[in-house]
Structure formats: C-alpha cells, structure tokens
C-alpha cells in the first residue's frame, strides 16, 4: 500500500473508531445514559457533566415538595436532569432525559413514537406516574413518557391498555 492508502485508511478508521465512542457515550440502557449511572456518587455524575455540559442547579416540584436538581444544557438546550437522592443527596436517584441526543440501541430516544417503541421493544405496561402517562416495556425499567397532547382519556391509561394509544403519538421524556 501507499502512503496515501494508509493514511487515509488510519483516518477513516479513527473516524469510525470516534463515531463509535460518541454513539456510546449517549446511550440509553437500564439505570444508565450515557457516562450517568443511577445510584453513581453525585459528586462523580457532576464532575462528568461539567466535562460537556454547562450544568445549572434547579428544581424538581414533585408531590407536593421541592426537590434539587441539576440540569445539563448543551448549545442551550436541556438535555437532562440529574436528580440527587433525598434527603441525602449524595448519590444520583433518578435522569430524566429531555432530548434526543440520548436514544437506546435500537435508536428509540425522546421524539420517537408509541408505534416506533412498540416496534422494537415488548409492551409491559401504561400507567401514570405522577402528571406523567407512562409506557414501560419489559427489557427495560425505563419510563418512556406519552406528550401531554398526545395521552390517552384517564380510562384507558388506568386499564394500561396499549391499544388505546395512538401510534403516532410522541415520547415527549424518557425517566429512568
């Protein structure tokens, strides 16, 4: 080979090799997205984040109280929130994921529809959580939440009933 092959050889191969590793680094599986893992040192979690994100300390209002939270924003857009245990808030409880930088191996991320998600993944059940409708499917214990516009009349989400769902209706906020 010549010396042109080679290099443009090395550099395609680096290329994929980065591809790769970025592709990695915003997957979503169980208890984790990307380099964040639920139960992690939040001291860890927020270390990490500040390498990408600009992190902003929030909030979270959720049953009737006001918990701490971290949002990671990126070209200044909100791409999660990390939210630390309580009352001891020394370890990462919970991320919700906002947008679709983060998507699970099969490419189902925030944007993605009911039918996309049923495509690929078993239907476990619907429920609320809170103000949030809830689709978990069994190979992960992920909340994949419905948009608002998009939910379903309360008696069909209360009979977790998959089928009342419209296809097209969007995931507007993956929790894990």
Request: charged share 20%; glycine share 6%; hydrophobic share 45%.
């Amino acid at each position: 080979m010549n010396r042109t092959a080679i290099l443009l050889l090395s550099t395609l191969i680096a290329f994929l090799c980065h591809s790769c590793a970025q592709q990695e680094q915003r997957l979503i599986d169980n208890n984790k997205a990307g380099a964040f893992e639920k139960h992690m040192p939040m001291e860890i979690a927020l270390h990490t984040a500040q390498e990408k994100y600009t992190v902003e300390k929030s909030s979270l209002f959720l049953e009737g109280v006001d918990y701490t939270a971290y949002d990671l924003m990126y070209d200044g857009e909100l791409v999660m929130k990390l939210e630390p245990s309580y009352p001891d808030a020394s370890v990462l409880w919970r991320i919700w994921i906002y947008s679709n930088r983060f998507t699970t191996a099969a490419g189902i991320g925030v944007g993605s529809t009911v039918e996309e998600v049923l495509q690929h993944y078993t239907f476990d059940v619907l429920r609320a959580e809170g103000a949030l409708i809830c689709l978990f499917v069994k190979e992960f214990s992920i909340c994949f939440a419905i948009d608002p516009g998009d939910i379903p009349p309360q008696e069909a989400v209360n009979a977790g009933m998959p089928e009342n769902l419209p296809g097209e209706a969007k995931i507007s906020l993956i929790l894990l």
